[in-house]
């Protein structure tokens, strides 16, 4: 009896077929709509992201990816596959890091990647080469024997990062990989990511994180409230929904109240948050004497090229990391 | 005048348990009429009707014989229960020993509160079992009151010593092994079901030493008859000492536990 | 026989051949546990011997069927029916339960081929090799105490297992219910009455004209079963109280399976 039967890749459409295909797509839960029509196509070796704030629909969506949630319309096709009657054969080709980590309390480190890859129908030999393996790629081979408790939450989210490549995945879907994770990890993870790309894997990830999705997503969604409300390469939607620089300023408290009318004459589009003030220019430095000659004292104020977190704020009136 | 310490802890107990605890004290409650019925009742009528055994129950009737047993028992199992996994679960899962210590509250006012909680676990846990006997018209007798006294006793008396143990110990894996081998060879063998000279004389000494069988005894004599005076100092004195030494040894191990 | 078992292996489904999956990763949990299992074998020698020396002492014979048969040897087969009972109701509910809502393992489980059929199958065959474990070891003691007269009583082997899967399996679909731990109270308010009525420790004919409720309960017929393959009086009747197990089994992993389904399928 052939002990490994790892499904390879079907040739069954050209390459150039999208790995995702989705077409308005609606999740209900009860009575309340997370996710309210949304089409999206995920293209074979390419990294796609899902940008949005809280409660967005993000996790929704991914989850109805992995296959383990149907959808309740719409019509999507994951390697050129239905997900309501082929969800076994697409999860076999697909790795999955949930937003939470769900790692086997009960199992060692090593453990939980041994089993996972039996999950797979992997045979024990391969499963040790590949935890093995893994276990050096995400940095944690001296743990190999540890419990999962005892693990930091970093070193947990790369353990369940790990777990997802046993199968060697074509697809990869990655909730918020990064949450959680200090600076230093999170470079370390999107070099990993890199890899994978490089090796043909196609990604799919979530993130808060603007400088995440301008990094590491060829083309990216950002959804708000069920809906997706922009879509393109980090560059482009830059172009199309901001300014080429931003002026941030910091007024006393005192001004704050009055200061949207004060700055209209400008004729900018203008951005009051709890802490600063944004204003969208293609001169950033001619906007600041210009606020000067309005006679408004700054406290602070910084010239900066917009980035996603502007076109986010744009398009969803809110900012990320509220 | 401000609550005393312990009966904050006695009360935070309380509060933690109390919504998973409705249905419990409901179901406790009718529990013993149902065990009573099958085993009291009917394994009754086959005792009842053999030969000789009448003698051997000292001339109780098997339910009469049982029924006040079931007291006792009941005060172990609450009192064994409490002292292992939820003792634990304070420690290690929930931590909320752990978290008293930064609190003005000392170790020796947890082990008082959690005395008075036992205390309250068992009685609750009798509960069923003492009306069952009240409302049975062989069993009935004031002698209820005291018998409800030792149970908490014999319940303490598992309670505070196993309890001085758990907070020694730091994975819940052994409590298993004593409840396998230390609780059900006592519910079983310790006098409950039948009389203790129906055991090898070599293993009935085992039966004396532990704080269940006094409990049976005493139960036993308080609400159906023949008590001597004499066995119930003894009896009375077996369970104090298990009680008190199991008190001074959670002072010792929780103090050592808390202020790790 | 290897050839013939090399064609055959193929054909096993594929659906059976994943759920073993799970029972690899039970395995690989109790490994360190295994003193736990072990000491199992300990709790039915202790109801035996209490059985034999309290109410064998106390009780002599009683009457079944017109035969007259000793205490002992009459309440051990219903204590082996109703410890593969608890034994599979508390692999199925608590421990299913707690992975379920606590461990989160099956969201795991489920991000990989295999689905909540697979999930069901796979814990019921680990409850069920636990219950053969237990079993065994209660017919190992069975016989060195002297307490079957009948060769039949290797059946009841597989009759246990049988009780097991019934039990298991609704186990696992009440789970599944299941709302919070404070629900787990009503679990030994069903298994308690149980046990205690199902011709456990009196025969049938003293329950009169209330036989009739004895025999829902499952537990009854799996008493009977064992009892009668343990005293050695085995007759075709027998295969209804088969049935009725068989019955339950069934039924208990279509709703379990479903119910998985719809819980961890959102
Ligand atoms: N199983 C569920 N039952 C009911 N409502 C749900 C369920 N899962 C998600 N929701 C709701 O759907 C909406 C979208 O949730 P989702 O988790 O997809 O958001 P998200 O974009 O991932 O948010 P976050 O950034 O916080 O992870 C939320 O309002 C959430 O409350
Ligand atoms: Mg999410």
């Known amino acids: 009896m052939p002990e490994t039967v790892l499904t390879q890749p079907a040739e069954t459409a050209t390459a150039t077929a999208p790995v995702v295909a989705a077409v308005d797509i609606r999740k209900q839960f009860g009575a309340f709509e997370a996710v309210r029509g949304v089409s999206f196509e995920v293209r074979r070796g390419e990294c796609f992201g899902f940008l949005g704030p809280n409660g967005a629909g993000k996790s929704s969506l991914m989850r109805m990816v992995s296959s383990v949630s149907p959808a309740t319309s719409g019509t999507m096709s994951i390697f050129g596959l239905d997900p309501r009657t082929s969800g076994s054969q697409i999860r076999a080709r697909m790795g999955v890091v949930p937003q939470t980590d769900n790692l086997d309390q009960e199992l060692t480190v090593e453990e939980n990647l041994l089993i996972y890859g039996r999950y797979f129908d992997l045979s024990r030999a391969e499963c040790r080469r590949r935890a093995k393996d893994l276990l050096d790629f995400v940095q944690l081979g001296d743990r190999a024997q540890s419990r999962v408790e005892p693990l930091s939450g970093g070193m947990k989210r790369r353990l369940t990062i790990a777990r997802s490549l046993m199968s060697k995945p074509e697809l990869l879907l990655l909730d918020e990989p990064t949450t959680g994770l200090d600076p230093q990890a999170r470079h370390v993870l999107w070099d990993r990511l890199y890899r994978l790309k490089e090796q043909g894997v196609t990604l799919v990830l979530t993130t808060h994180y603007m400088d995440e999705a301008e990094q590491l997503c060829d083309r990216l969604v950002v959804v708000d409230r069920g809906q997706i409300v922009a879509e393109g390469s980090p560059a482009q939607l830059i172009r199309e929904h901001a300014t080429r620089e931003v002026l941030e300023i910091r007024v006393a408290a005192s001004v704050v109240a009055g200061i949207e009318s004060a700055l209209s004459s400008l004729g900018l589009r203008t951005e009051v948050l709890p802490d600063r003030v944004l204003l969208y220019s293609n001169n950033g430095e001619q906007t600041l004497k210009d606020v000067h000659e309005l006679g408004i004292t700054t406290l602070s104020s910084l010239v900066r090229r917009s980035s996603l977190e502007d076109v986010f704020l744009r398009l969803t009136g809110r900012t990320l990391n509220d | 005048m401000t609550t005393p310490v312990a009966v904050r802890v006695w009360e935070g107990q309380i509060r933690t348990v109390w919504n998973a605890w409705r249905t419990s004290v409901a179901l406790s409650m009718t529990q013993p009429f149902i065990f009573l019925a099958g085993m009291g009742f009917g394994v009754g009528a086959l005792v009842d009707a053999g030969d000789g055994a009448q003698s051997s129950l000292g001339g109780l009737s098997y339910v009469q014989f049982l029924a006040p047993a079931l007291l006792a028992t009941t005060a172990m199992m609450a009192g064994a229960f409490e002292a292992m996994w939820p003792v634990h679960d304070g420690f290690y899962w929930r931590r909320t020993f752990e978290a008293v210590a930064a609190t003005p509250v000392s170790p020796r006012a947890v082990v008082n509160g959690l005395m008075l909680w036992w205390t309250t676990r068992v009685v609750v846990g009798v509960g069923g079992v003492a009306i069952a006997l009240v409302v049975m018209p062989s069993t009935r007798s004031w002698g209820i009151i005291p018998a409800v006294v030792v149970s908490v006793l014999c319940g303490l008396g598992f309670a505070a010593p196993i309890a001085s143990w758990t907070a020694t110990r730091t994975s819940d894996t052994p409590f298993a092994a004593l409840q396998r081998f230390v609780i059900t060879p006592l519910f079983l063998f310790g006098g409950a079901f039948y009389p203790l000279t129906a055991l090898p004389g070599a293993i009935r000494p085992v039966a004396w030493v532990t704080p269940l069988w006094h409990g049976v005894e005493l139960c036993r004599s308080f609400t159906v008859g023949n008590s001597s005076p004499y066995g119930v100092y003894v009896h009375l004195g077996v369970l104090l000492a298990w009680c008190v030494a199991g008190y001074l040894a959670c002072l010792v191990t929780f103090d050592r536990r808390i202020r790790r | ?266």
Not at chain 3, 19 to 29: H, Y
Not at chain 3, 77 to 100: C, E, R, W
Not at chain 3, 224 to 237: C, H, K, M, T, Y
Request: hydrophobic share 55%; glycine share 8%.
């Open chain 3, 1 to 266: 026989m290897s050839t013939g078992l090399l064609r055959i292996a193929p054909h096993i489904p594929l659906r059976v051949r994943r759920s073993t999956r799970l029972v690899e990763r039970s395995i690989m949990v109790y490994r360190r546990t295994w003193m736990i299992i072990v000491s199992g074998f300990f709790e039915p020698l202790f109801y035996l011997l209490s059985i034999r020396i309290g109410f064998g002492a106390l009780i002599g014979d009683v009457e079944v069927d017109g035969t007259l048969v000793d205490y002992a040897q009459f309440v051990a087969p219903a204590l082996m029916a109703s410890a593969a009972m608890n034994g599979a109701v508390y692999d199925s509910t608590m421990n299913i339960f707690h992975k379920l809502r606590n461990a989160k393992l099956y969201d795991t489980v489920l991000s990989t081929p295999l689905g909540p059929t697979e999930v069901a199958l796979g814990e019921i065959a680990w409850a069920l090799i636990r219950g053969l474990i237990y079993s065994t070891a209660f017919l190992v003691c069975l016989v060195a105490l002297g307490m079957t007269s009948s060769w039949w009583v290797v059946l009841t082997i597989p009759a246990c297992a049988l009780i097991g899967l019934a039990f298991s399996s609704f186990g696992m679909a009440i789970t599944t219910y299941m709302r919070g731990w404070n629900d787990f109270e009503f679990i030994p308010a069903a298994t308690l009455p149980m046990f205690l009525f199902s011709a456990t420790f009196y025969p049938l004919s003293s329950y009169g004209s209330y036989a009739w409720v004895v025999e829902l309960s499952p537990l009854y017929h799996g008493v009977a079963l064992i009892r009668a393959l343990s005293l050695g009086e085995v007759e075709w009747s027998m295969v209804g109280h088969v049935v009725v197990l068989g019955v339950v089994s069934v039924i208990g992993m279509r709703i379990a399976s479903r119910r998985l389904a719809t819980l961890l399928m959102t």
